[in-house]
């Protein structure tokens, strides 16, 4: 027995016809199409029109609340919009992101609101994209050695990558703001810079030096 | 093999293979010749033995001891085993043992990338750390002198440092104190770590322990690149490395070469890449006025014809630049006929200066002066010793330089140059060796080699020299100097990645 027929699909599979000699892996096999039109799309087709429909009157007919309405106490917050149209008037109001959503970075803070950042270059040396800038300096504390004195992303070039979080060592870094890199008039102006993301970071309660409990398990949330 | 060694030599079996080495060489340089580097701290090829950090241990049969392979001297009919059970079990444990106080603080660490400890831990142990008591906590950040920061925590005793300063230095600065878990290493009573070789404590160290005060927390290891290059400080002509990274020197180490500088180098001639960046000569001027090249040559060679016409033309080489550099004005000076030539300075490539201008026919004065008849001068590099500045401002000068000070700064014509570590050339040190650098980080500006420099003012003065690199340039010069005939111009060395290059120290 050759190995080409041993290849071959015993059962359930698609009927073969022919097997290349070269490449058993390659073979001509047989298509079945429908043999008959199915007519049932008719009842699929006027579901869909119904759902057209059904988002049209109300939208047409139901008055559309203001942003500013519907951040009245007391008013539904999740389930308003959903009740008269179906855009979303960004950017008044944006939907929520997934928990993942890699946004803006911020730097996290130690406990008495230093940057944790220790200047080890990994992120810079992980990232794909050569946008994180990181000039070290030595600390004045007696406690921490090294600290960046100058620690700059370049938003323009980040590609959202998430490996300069993946990267650091001692929590130091995040991309959790669930913020967008904003638009911006200059290209200088994409920069975030050391202060801009530490005013986004809180203090961290991750160990220096990856002791201690998971930081990815007991995070809160970004503060608005 | 063994029958027909001669009597100076000792033939014995590492792991299987059979190897003749000189007498007296040691297990481990004799494994190393086969390719089998052998773990170590304390050992270093340029010190003495002491074998006191136990991670060379290897068997050697009818021994029933372990023997550290750096202080075992290779014997007639030898057996050594490197890689049984016994001795890598011995290796591992005494690297687990030096891992159990040591901070394990890479990220932030200056050495990681290029660490040995952290070189043999991903090679041979990579597991958790066994002991659950605290690490002993020492000093952090230890001053030990102007060039030196030590953590004594990083240290892993090893005594390389101490070695280097008693040995290479000649001096004992630093020592070790205390005992057991709590031994530190020290400044010696009454001692600072001040000789003027102390940065070569760094190179040694296997550890982090000892940091570059000029290099500390500048840069990672692994970001770095390395060109082979010649240190322009004196006429020494050390070899070293250009630890190089986006077009700027961050560093320089000294690179073996048993015929010069062995394993070392001088603090100051570490230091002499700062001088790259600073008061550079970026752009040709024309009577203190920035110019382009094409009106900076045109107007030099218009003003320098009267000079040329009447023999009042004198040429200055300089002992800072390159032997293409010098080579192609003192050919220049050649052709124009009637150049006064002078030898400028002693510096590092004095040696290279005579050779070349000896071979040319022209005679060199060594102490500088500039008669009464000179109108004009042509001068390479930016020191003109002993030359009266009033005098100079007086008369037509056009400087080649690399570096806007000093003399350069009362040029009328000032063209720029390539610096030592920007151009591929050679340079000639003290003992005669003609010996090559490679460019490791771009020129600044506008600056041009010298030897191209000098061919633009060569076309301009309608005199015939067309060299379209300095290796044509070498080739015409090496065919001139009789003592630099056959000289080959070697193979452009490619920079080395440092995230390639295993441990250094």
């Not at chain 2, 000792?10 to 190393?32: C, F, H, M, R, Y």
């Not at chain 2, 070790?176 to 070789?197: K, W």
């Not at chain 2, 070697?490 to 440092?498: D, G, Q």
Request: with cysteine; glycine share 6%.
């Amino acid at each position: 027995m050759s190995s080409h027929q041993e290849a071959a699909p015993s059962h359930d599979g698609p009927k073969v016809l022919a097997v290349s000699e070269r490449s058993p892996r390659v073979r001509s096999i047989a298509v079945v199409r429908p043999g008959e039109p199915d007519v049932n799309y008719l009842a699929a087709t006027a579901k869909g029109l119904a759902i057209t429909l059904k988002h049209f009157a109300r939208n047409f007919f139901l008055p559309m609340k203001s942003a500013d309405e519907r951040a009245k106490p007391g008013a539904p917050v999740d389930e308003t919009w959903k009740n008269e149209i179906e855009t979303v008037q960004y950017p008044e109001e944006k939907v929520t992101y997934p928990e993942r959503f890699r946004g803006l970075h911020r730097l996290m803070l130690r406990d008495d609101g230093a940057v944790r950042c220790v200047a080890c270059m990994c992120c810079p040396t992980a990232c794909p994209a050569h946008c994180i800038t990181i000039v070290p300096e030595e600390s004045d504390s007696l406690r921490i050695e090294k600290r960046p004195a100058i620690f700059e992303i370049d938003e323009l070039r980040c590609i959202a990558c998430g490996l300069c979080v993946e990267a650091c060592p001692c929590d130091a870094i995040r991309m959790d703001t669930g913020e967008h890199a904003k638009p911006v008039e200059d290209r200088a102006r994409s920069i975030e810079t050391k202060e801009t993301m530490m005013a986004r970071g809180i203090q961290s309660v991750a160990t220096q030096g990856g002791e201690g409990p998971n930081w990815r398990e007991t995070a809160t949330p970004p503060s608005k | 093999m063994s029958e027909t060694a001669a009597p100076d030599t000792v033939t014995l079996t590492i792991d299987g293979q059979s190897i003749t080495v000189p007498k007296g060489t040691n297990v481990l340089e004799a494994a190393k010749l086969l390719g089998n580097e052998i773990s170590a701290f304390c050992y270093h090829p340029g010190l003495k033995v002491v074998a006191q950090c136990r991670q060379c241990l290897v068997s050697v049969e009818k021994n029933p001891k372990l023997q550290p392979s750096c202080q075992q001297t290779c014997g007639e009919g030898m057996v050594v085993h490197t890689t049984d059970t016994l001795s890598t079990n011995a290796r591992r444990q005494m690297l687990e043992f030096t891992l159990v106080n040591h901070p394990i603080d890479c990220p932030i660490c200056d050495k990681a990338g290029e660490c040995t400890l952290q070189k043999l831990y991903f090679d041979a142990d990579n597991h958790d750390s066994r002991v659950d008591t605290a690490k002993v906590h020492k000093d952090k950040a230890v001053d030990l002198g102007p060039t030196v920061v030590l953590d004594q925590e990083r240290c892993i005793l090893c005594s390389r440092c101490i070695r280097a300063c008693d040995e290479v230095a000649g001096v004992h600065q630093l020592d070790f104190a205390h005992r057991g878990d709590h031994e530190v290493l020290t400044t010696a009573p009454g001692e600072s770590l001040d000789n003027p070789y102390s940065l070569n404590v760094v190179d040694v160290c296997p550890v982090g322990a000892l940091t570059s005060k000029d290099f500390r927390f500048t840069m990672r290891a692994w970001e770095l690149e390395a060109t082979q290059s010649v240190c322009n400080g004196c006429s020494t002509g050390c070899n070293i490395e250009v630890h190089h990274r986006n077009g700027r020197a961050w560093r320089i180490v000294p690179r073996y070469n048993a015929a010069v500088n062995k394993w070392w180098m001088c603090d100051e001639g570490r230091l002499t890449y700062h001088d790259l960046r600073e008061h550079r000569l970026a752009g040709a001027t024309v009577d203190g006025l920035p110019a382009g090249w094409d009106r900076a040559i045109r107007v030099a060679a218009d003003r320098l014809a009267s000079g040329r016409a009447q023999g009042q033309l004198a040429v200055a080489l300089s002992g800072t630049c390159t032997n293409e550099d010098n080579f192609a004005l003192a050919m220049l000076a050649k052709s124009w006929g009637h150049g006064k030539l002078r030898s400028a300075d002693i510096n590092a490539n004095l040696a290279g200066v005579k050779a070349i201008a000896a071979a040319l026919g022209l005679s060199t004065l060594p102490i500088f002066e500039l008669p009464t008849t000179v109108k004009a001068i042509v001068a390479l590099g930016d020191v003109l010793p002993g030359v009266d500045l009033a005098r100079l401002k007086e008369i037509e000068y056009v400087a080649l330089a690399s570096h806007e000070r000093g003399p350069v700064e009362h040029a009328r014509i000032a063209l720029p140059i390539a610096a030592w570590a920007e151009v591929s050339a050679t340079v000639t040190n003290s003992a005669g060796l003609v010996q090559r650098m490679n460019a490791a980080v771009p020129a600044p500006g506008q600056a041009l080699p010298g030897w191209e420099a000098v061919v633009r003012l060569a076309q301009a003065t309608s005199v015939k020299l067309a060299w379209a690199s300095a290796r044509e340039v070498h080739a015409d010069m090496t065919a001139a100097v009789p003592a630099w005939n056959g000289l080959k111009w070697a193979r452009e060395a490619r920079p080395l990645a440092l995230r390639f290059a295993g441990s250094r120290g």
